[in-house]
T-cell receptor, first 112, second 115 residues
Framework: GQQVMQIPQYQHVQEGEDFTTYCNSS?????IQWYKQRPGGHPVFLIQ?????EVKKQKRLTFQFGEAKKNSSLHITATQTTDVGTYFC????????????FGTGTRLKVLA | DSGVTQTPKHLITATGQRVTLRCSPR?????VYWYQQSLDQGLQFLIQ???????AKGNILERFSAQQFPDLHSELNLSSLELGDSALYFC??????????????FGSGTRLTVV
């Protein structure tokens, strides 16, 4: 099915190390959202990016939207065990339906 | 608790059978989206309803169907089940999630196991 590519698929880091996941689309996006899914849980909304080159921060998380609005990244500084989970980007498909196509996800494991 | 309610949480059934998954969006939310998440896979969009009307279809199999009722709850019907249909099925509402942005609020999902 239709999906947005994310890399890497898996990432294991030591606690305290940084982590970055990248989301790439072949088309120009109107907006992009990021979600986090804890193991055994459901996806939870983190952020939405709309403007070209936009950068948003949430504590240790930094989200960036590419200048061409075709890619995005999520960077976590000094990971903690609470960061464990799968991070998904979601590409907005509008208008009218507002459905989002989710990326393949990056599963993060943090080793204490 | 996200406010989006899905039942049942777990379902085990045999191949060839039919099941119905239920979703109640948050009070006041008109939209329902259904997603399928297979083991270690991403979220595949199945179908969207808004105020009782189908708005968009994704990669939903012909053996699957859905509807949204006047009280806005939705049901996803899966028939002639195959082993490959084993997955987590999420429903979501599109709601204001953060600073005016509209995003998805997901239910806790129904884990379907076909044996």
């Amino acid at each position: 099915g239709q999906q947005v590519m994310q890399i890497p698929q898996y990432q294991h880091v030591q606690e305290g190390e940084d982590f970055t996941t990248y989301c790439n689309s072949s088309t120009t996006l109107s907006n992009i959202q990021w979600y986090k899914q804890r193991p055994g849980g459901h996806p939870v909304f983190l952020i939405q990016l709309v403007k070209s080159g936009e950068v948003k921060k949430q504590k240790r998380l930094t989200f960036q939207f590419g200048e061409a609005k075709k890619n995005s990244s999520l960077h976590i500084t000094a990971t903690q065990t609470t960061d464990v989970g799968t991070y998904f980007c979601a590409e907005g498909q509008g208008p009218g339906t507002y459905k989002y196509i989710f990326g393949t996800g990056t599963r993060l494991k943090v080793l204490a | 608790d996200s406010g989006v309610t899905q039942t049942p949480k777990h379902l085990i059934t045999a191949t060839g059978q039919r099941v119905t998954l239920r979703c109640s969006p948050r009070s006041g939310d008109l939209s329902v989206y259904w997603y399928q998440q297979s083991l270690d896979q991403g979220l595949q969009f199945l179908i969207q309803y808004y105020n009782g009307e189908e708005r968009a279809k994704g990669n939903i199999l012909e053996r699957f169907s859905a509807q949204q009722f006047p009280d806005l709850h939705s049901e996803l019907n899966l028939s002639s089940l195959e082993l490959g249909d084993s997955a987590l099925y999420f429903c979501a509402s599109r709601t204001v999630v953060d600073r005016g942005y509209l995003g998805y609020t997901f239910g806790s999902g129904t884990r379907l196991t076909v044996v």
